[in-house]
Structures are given as structure tokens and as C-alpha cells.
């Protein structure tokens, strides 16, 4: 893999600590967009997705062809109580399991790369595939954790 998408793919867990340096306590658990997680429920979707990313990676290098599981994030949430988690935790959590995905990645050959695993849904996806969708799913958290950060400091204006 080249080098600066493995950067990218590390820079995650950076940006949300540094996000969290400057993130009002007091407002962790406020849902400003009704639909979405709050940004304590978010922080510990993003570690408790990325056991499940390292997993789809194991599988694609090892077991190519077979079956990926599913991830829900509202369950995982209801089920793994997103909601009551210490988000500095699961902070550290994040970083530490993408750094164990990363150094996975690092192993991964230009066939890996190439190699396919199948969806619930039965759609054929290449590790690339995977890469690409963590990567978005990344940015559209961060951009989630920035608007309130935003509607924050609108606040304070």
C-alpha cells in the first residue's frame, strides 16, 4: 500500500484525541443532529468499528472468498451501551486497534490488495474496497465531531 494511505488511515485517531482536548465535557451526550450519534456515542462506535475493520482485513489476507459480518452500528451501540462510555477510553481504544489494523496492513502485499471478501449482501469487495470505505467512514465522523465542535464555539461567540 503506499505510504500516504496508510498515513491517512493512522490520522483518524489523532484527529479525534486532539478533538477531545478541546471538546466540552458538559456537552458529550448532546444530540444536535436527531438522527446521529452524540459525540461520546461516536467515539466509542469508531473503536468498537475498528475490531471489526481488522477483522475484514484478517479475513480478506487469510480467507479470501469468504463471508465478511455485518456491522450495525445502532445495535453495536444498544448493545455495547455507546452511550455510558468513557470516551478518553475509548479514545485510547481507537488508537490502539487501528494502529494493530495499520500493522496488518503493512503486511499486505500487492495481491492482498487485489483479494476479495463477500458482503452480507453477497457483493465481492477487494481489501482496496475496504480501505477506501473505512477511510470515508473515518471522515464522515470527524466531520460529524467537528460540527459540533463548530456549533460549540457558535455558541460562545
Known sequence: MQEWLLQAFCAAPKVVER???VFPHDRLD???ERDRFTAREVIAHLADYEQHNLEAFRTV???P???????????????????EKDVFREGEVF????????DLLRTFTSEDWNKT???QEGKEVTAKDILTS???????????L?????TEVATLA
Not at 65 to 83: L, N, R, V
Open 30 to 32: 448532546d444530540r444536535i
Open 65 to 83: 472468498g469468504s463471508k465478511i459480518d455485518e456491522y450495525c452500528p445502532d445495535k453495536q451501540c444498544e448493545t455495547h451501551s455507546f452511550g
Open 95 to 102: 488508537e490502539s486497534r487501528r494502529l494493530m489494523t495499520a
Open 19 to 21: 478533538i477531545l482536548r
Open 134 to 144: 473505512i477511510l470515508a467512514h473515518d471522515i464522515e465522523h470527524l466531520d460529524q
Open 117 to 119: 471478501v463477500l458482503t
Open 61 to 63: 489476507k487469510l480467507k
Open 146 to 150: 467537528s460540527a459540533y465542535l463548530a
